[in-house]
């Protein structure tokens, strides 16, 4: 592997290393001592952000031609999960804050809520990522394509576990139910409903 690609892979798992560490109870719990829970998401954000300029820097370092030359369909398929996964990107934030979420207000979640597309999967915005991570390689299949996904498919498998950990200590019983009763990553398209 090209030396480039080597430092597209170590900054690729350099990002989800610090993302995870911005948003581990324990470092929130230290930053709370000096930041409120909506100073810390914005510096989460503006972190993450500022974080993935390097990245953007490294993944264009390098490119490389195709690994293989793809056939029609095979290009097809990638670009179908890639916008499948942009559109549920879409669907599954649309519940969601957007001032909240990026840190510019005060969230309120005293209780565990469960709308939109969660109510079928329990990490609609995982799932969208893994669309997009694997529709991409699929898409056009580059060395840098690759890394991306097999690093970051990593990355939200492992964060998927801690995040459920915090919200089984957050949540409790209620969270242990919702786990019961919704998948993790794909979707139930026909649910019984609670009589």
């Not at 840098?144 to 950990?165: D, F, K, N, R």
Request: with cysteine; proline share 5%; net charge positive.
């Amino acid at each position: 592997m090209e030396s480039s690609c080597v430092n597209l892979a170590g900054w690729l798992v350099g990002y989800f290393a610090l993302h995870s560490l911005m948003a581990a109870t324990a470092v929130k719990g230290w930053l709370g001592r000096w930041l409120t829970s909506q100073q810390h998401r914005l510096l989460f954000n503006t972190s993450a952000l500022l974080m993935l300029v390097p990245v953007v820097y490294a993944y264009y370092q390098c490119q490389q031609p195709p690994l293989w030359q793809s056939s029609l369909l095979q290009r097809i398929v990638g670009a179908l999960l890639f916008v499948s996964g942009a559109a549920l990107l879409w669907r599954a934030f649309r519940p969601y804050d957007t001032a909240a979420f990026l840190g510019l207000k005060k969230e309120h979640y005293n209780e565990l809520v469960i709308q939109g597309m969660g109510r079928y999967m329990r990490h609609p915005l995982y799932s969208a990522s893994f669309l997009l991570l694997w529709g991409l390689p699929l898409w056009l299949p580059t060395l840098a394509h690759g890394l991306i996904a097999v690093i970051g498919s990593i990355y939200l498998l492992i964060g998927t576990y801690w995040e459920e950990q915090k919200l089984l200590r957050e949540f409790g019983a209620a969270y242990q139910q919702y786990k019961r009763e919704v998948p993790r990553f794909w979707p139930i398209l026909f649910r019984k409903q609670k009589k």
